[in-house]
């Protein structure tokens, strides 16, 4: 076919531009496919990571044992080859059962976990054997066999025992059979209250703790079939929540969780990740489609002419488009496989970096999807995002070619936003497609329609208000230069023309400065700025009267406590006056059964706090008027809460909450909802009252120690539960650190896509800033000839290029911050925080960019002889 | 299909006006014109008299506002793009005064275009032998940017005469060429032309040139007056 030929002729004769092209592609494009093999490999782990806290696919847990009609039914919903188990967990005293006969044997709170044989589903449970040495053995199998029992090293250090020794749980003597070393559902920044501890379940009846009105959270797990848990299907499990929460709908007692619902708060900084490079990746590939356009609007407008030539020996007018359409299409194929080789070299060097956070088992692996995706997008996307340029040749005239002074390439069309619709189409389409939602993708498409409408509106006024200050250096003789005039002028009267350019260099400087900032409200969640206070002992159930001494004794052992937080205990009776047992009518059993389960599924443990401390941050409504009550200034006492933990009850801003505390009503009004800031590890709570109102109520403390080392902190445990034996120990260092670890990479993956766009960003502004150039070296040789100076050429061009840059920029700059804005309230969390440092420096560096690219090529265009260029003009 | 007797070119009652500026300027009125087979003749006006413009419609490339255009018998006034490409690509050659070669080709390649586009099969060896004609074989390899203006104009010759039209539209041949090289080149043109029998239709301000014509006309106030 003769106009594929001569598209293939005509790319191989402009060497130049073809190969700018292609790079201009398959940045973009290496960007897409890098961040989805990332993304696939984050979802990855992240799947696996939640499946592991979980320890199911799904799981259904109460207070209360679950019926046979509710497992019944529950059963019916999963698949055939689902695999099920049952645990019990209650939390209560393990004594050390020793040969001593002289008073009751030491004890401490530990949480127990009674567990079916096949436990646990996912992941596994690291144990040291009696030996102290990793032991490989199935001691979840042994268990049901017999009565042993697998207990955290703080069990073993408070208690001074040793693997083989035994405890006694209730009525039942376990013999401890090893130490775990690392247990996956503690991957977790939430801590449990006391040490854990595992027991077969079939010996948790022997213990005689599991009776009526025991507080026994009874746990229903499903895995599902091989099929179904594939890393890729999340959704299934998704669904199939759905479909048992629809059931549960009446049953307000009973928790579902999926593995993706149930994973804290490790998991929801991971989907920010997610959540995050899927933005990383729209952004890498709207730059390409900018820049793609804008050399495909340079490149068409260059070549009409020879359409018009064309024609005039005799190709048809759509004949003639073929030409360009075939060398988009080659072009953007060979980008796309540019892009593919590009992507295949870079991601080992990522998969190094990466591998302490994703873990050296997950393939980091071009993903089959998005290698289609981009050779669809590269050999398809390119011409269809050229589309709007196609348009412009329908108001081409071969004619002009007879007449000297007009010139083929200025036409006009205004059919142009038809043109873009299928681009359009496509945004949305892969917006959705990487957020896996159509909503995400309606945001980022408004997004971006909104970004060009205030930039082509902001870039039409500005341009054009520059007639004062031209008329102000006019005036002044002192400052009065011809080329700064001549800058000035011609970017007012050309605004129409560089209406494009400011469009999208200012579409770029939004997006590109958008990244860092979001980049920076990210890592602002993971970097614990209270790194020298990391907690290493969290204390529990202090009571008033050993607030004084265990301060003391921490002391005396050069030891910092962080605060004491207050712990008080207390029901949620009323919210706005209106009892909330109502909602809890349909559970089944007696009225005193309903009763019961109402209170455990109300009691909260209420702190006082004045302020907000520095892991916390205001996400609606007002800090409190005063740090304390004042019953002079104040209707009622005020109360802070925990952002999600409102979401999750449905509690509002200004909502008035009555709780029972010890028989007491104590009424408050939610004045604030705050976000706590998930890498600090202090302890926090989900309801924060002022000081002032619950001072004298009934309270145990919360206190931390900070970290120590490993002898320091195990001779600690011991002297602790010596001294201070009520006190329940829980050493969280080892979680803490892991936790660190992970979020420390997860920011520096961040910080290093973040770079990524960065450079992606500013590759395709190059392409833009030097068909600029090109476009103005005509001028400069007019200039040149007209007998300009060499500075003045300069001061002339660059002043163009500096204004609408430094506009655009400045344009962009500001839309950015609105677009970090809307995409923290709507994808992270609410979690917004002011970046103005890293979105100023990549629009400082676009105008300093377009500059330094506009210098570099005007000097070559000074350097070339004026006939030269005039003549490649004509 | 015409004989020597009847008009390969019939332009009549032809008008055309443009829009400037909001008003409307006309350009050709009641334009009446004939040309016969193998005859060469030659336009001159002063500049913005119209001379563009019905080079523009004659070959097909622009279409009137009135009256009718007949060439080689066929009636192209109201003919589709398609078949006024397939039109020009047979029947009408057309030689600029700016070249309008396209730049990323070679001179052969650029030759051998209008008869590709109308699928010939053997377009280089036919193009070859046409820029042997103008006498530029040796040349066949260069790029538009490496020839000189006369090299380029007897390119865009060799590529207007390639396809053998019938008819053959020069704006202003010599235009841009100094006066020695734009002998040679008209020179070669009137010699091309006379040796195929084919009809020239010849836009000029040079009165040396129009001379040479078999029939001068002049363009003014839109229409075409004969000079004898």
């Known amino acids: 076919m003769i106009w594929r030929r001569l598209a293939w002729r005509e790319i191989i004769n402009t060497p130049k531009f073809s190969l700018f092209f292609i790079l201009n592609i398959a940045l973009g494009l290496t960007g897409f496919i890098t961040v989805t093999a990332l993304k696939s490999s984050i979802d990855q782990s992240l799947s696996g990571k939640s499946r592991e806290i979980l320890g199911a696919d799904i799981a259904v847990s109460a207070f209360r044992p679950i019926t046979f009609d509710e497992i019944t039914a529950f059963d019916a919903l999963v698949p055939r080859g689902t695999r099920i188990a049952e645990e019990s967990g209650w939390v209560s005293m393990v004594a050390a059962v020793t040969e001593s006969s002289h008073g009751a044997p030491p004890a401490r709170l530990m949480e127990i976990r009674a567990v079916d044989p096949t436990f646990p589903f996912y992941g596994e449970v690291a144990f040291t054997g009696e030996d102290g040495k990793p032991s490989t053995d199935p001691i979840f ?165 020879d359409l018009a030539i064309l024609q005039s020996i005799g190709a048809r007018p759509s004949s003639a488009r073929w030409i360009i359409g075939w060398q988009m299409i080659l072009l953007g194929f060979g980008g796309a496989i540019c892009a593919v080789a590009i992507a295949a070299m870079l991601l080992p060097a990522i998969r190094e970096i990466l591998a302490p956070f994703l873990g050296t088992g997950i393939k980091v692996s ?22 709007p340029v196609f348009m412009h040749l329908d108001g081409m005239s071969a004619a002009t070619l007879f007449r000297e002074h007009e010139d083929p390439s200025k036409i006009k069309n205004s059919r142009w936003l038809l043109a873009a619709a299928p681009s359009i189409a496509i945004i949305f389409g892969l917006a959705s497609w990487q957020a896996r939602s159509p909503k995400a993708g309606i945001l980022f498409l408004v997004i971006t329609g909104i970004s060009i409408l205030i930039l082509a509106a902001s870039g039409t006024i500005l341009l054009r208000a520059l007639a004062p200050v031209s008329r102000m250096i006019k005036q002044q003789t002192r400052w009065r230069s011809w080329p700064l005039l001549m800058a000035l002028r011609h970017t007012r009267r050309s605004s129409q023309n560089l209406i494009v350019s400011f469009v999208t260099l200012g579409l770029c400087a939004a997006l590109i400065s958008a990244v860092p900032q979001i980049q920076a409200i990210l890592t602002s969640e993971l970097t614990s700025s209270e790194k020298t206070a990391l907690p290493g002992l969290f ?181 602790l539960a010596q001294s201070f034996s009520n006190i329940s120990i829980v050493d969280v260092k080892a979680s803490v650190a892991r936790i660190l670890s992970i979020s420390e990479q997860v920011a520096l993956a961040i910080t290093a896509m973040a ?120 | 299909m015409s004989n020597p007797q009847s008009p390969v070119i019939s332009v009549a009652k032809v008008g055309k006006s443009y829009s400037r500026s909001g008003q409307k300027v006309s350009v050709l009125a009641d334009l009446n014109f004939e040309a016969l087979s193998a005859q060469t003749i030659a336009i001159t006006g002063p500049s913005g008299s119209g001379k563009s413009t019905l080079l523009g419609l004659l070959a097909g490339l622009d279409q009137p506002d009135q009256g009718t255009i007949t060439m080689d018998g066929i009636d192209i006034t109201h003919m589709s793009q398609a078949d006024l490409a397939l ?54 390899s260069h790029l538009p940017s490496q020839l000189s203006g006369g090299e380029s104009q007897r390119v865009a010759i060799a590529r207007a005469l390639v396809v053998r039209p019938k008819i053959l539209l020069a704006d202003e041949p010599s235009g841009n060429l100094d006066t020695k090289t734009g002998e040679r080149v008209t020179d070669l043109l009137f010699d091309l032309v006379r040796k195929e029998g084919t009809t020239l239709i010849l836009v000029t301000h040079n009165e040396e040139l129009a001379k040479r014509c078999d029939h001068r006309y002049q363009l003014r106030d839109g229409q075409l007056h004969r000079v004898p």
């Open chain 1, 141 to 305: 199998r042994q268990m049901e066999v017999e009565p042993l029992a697998l207990a955290a090293p703080e069990l073993y250090f408070q208690l001074d025992l040793k693997p083989g020794q035994s405890v006694k749980i209730g009525d039942q003597v376990f013999r401890l059979r090893g130490t775990i070393a690392s247990d996956p559902s503690t991957s977790s920044a939430s801590f449990s209250i006391a040490p854990r501890i595992y027991i077969g379940r079939k010996w948790a009846h022997q213990t005689g703790l599991i009776q009526l009105g025991s507080r026994i959270t009874r746990t229903r797990q499903y895995a599902l079939p091989a099929q179904f848990s594939e890393a890729q299907a999340p959704s299934d499990a998704e669904a199939l929540e759905a479909k048992f929460k629809a059931f549960a709908k009446t049953r307000s007692d009973l928790r579902i969780r999926s593995h993706t619902s149930a994973t804290d708060e490790l998991g929801r900084i991971l989907k920010f990740l997610g959540d995050y490079l899927g933005i990383i990746a729209l952004v890498a590939i709207i730059l390409s489609g900018i820049g793609g356009n804008f050399l495909i609007l340079a490149h068409v407008r260059s070549k009409i002419r």
């Open chain 1, 366 to 387: 071009i993903q089959k999807d998005s290698v289609i995706m981009a050779l669809i997008m590269g050999t398809l996307g390119t011409p269809i995002a050229g589309l």
């Open chain 1, 539 to 719: 204390l529990f159930d202090i009571q008033p009267e050993q607030e004084a001494p265990l301060r003391n004794f921490l002391e005396s052992r050069n030891l910092s406590s962080g605060s004491f937080s207050p712990l008080i205990r207390a029901r949620l009776d009323r919210i706005n006056d209106k009892g909330i047992g109502e909602t809890f009518d349909n559970i089944p059993g007696t009225r005193e059964r309903q009763s019961e389960e109402q209170f455990k599924n109300r009691t909260y443990n209420l702190s006082v706090r004045g302020r907000l401390t520095g892991s916390e941050a205001l996400a609606a409504g007002r800090e409190f008027q005063t740090v304390t009550f004042d019953r002079t200034k104040q209707d009622l006492p005020e109360i802070s809460l925990e952002k999600r933990f409102a979401e999750r009850t449905g509690i509002r801003l200004d909502d008035v909450l009555e709780f029972n505390v010890q028989g007491v009503p104590v009424k408050g009004r939610v004045v604030n909802l705050r976000r706590v800031r998930w890498a600090s590890f202090q302890p926090n709570f989900f309801v924060q009252f002022q000081k002032g109102v619950i001072d004298d109520a009934p309270r145990t403390y919360l206190g931390t120690v900070t970290e120590t080392d490993f002898d320091t902190t195990q001779k600690l445990q011991r002297e």
């Open chain 1, 755 to 874: 770079m990524l766009c960065l450079v992606a960003g500013m590759g395709v502004l190059t392409a833009i800033t030097l068909q600029q150039s090109r476009a103005r070296s005509y001028e400069t040789a007019i200039l040149k000839v007209l007998g300009a100076s060499f500075r003045e050429v300069y001061v002339r061009v660059l002043g163009e290029a500096a204004i609408v840059a430094f506009f655009a920029a400045a344009t962009g700059l500001a839309i950015s911050f609105g677009i970090a804005w809307v995409l923290s309230v709507f994808l992270f969390d609410g979690a917004w925080v002011f970046a103005a440092k890293a979105a100023v420096i990549p629009a400082l560096l676009i105008v300093a960019l377009t500059i330094f690219i506009t210098m570099a090529t005007s000097r070559m265009a000074l350097r070339t002889k004026a006939r030269n260029l005039l003549q490649a003009e004509l």
């Open chain 2, 87 to 140: 039109f020009r690509a047979k029947t009408v050659g057309i030689v600029f005064q700016q070249f309008h070669l396209l730049q990323t080709l070679t001179a052969l390649e650029n030759v051998s275009l209008p008869l590709e586009i109308a699928g010939n099969k053997s377009a280089e060896a036919a193009a070859l032998s046409r820029l042997e004609a103008v006498g530029l074989g040796s040349r066949s």
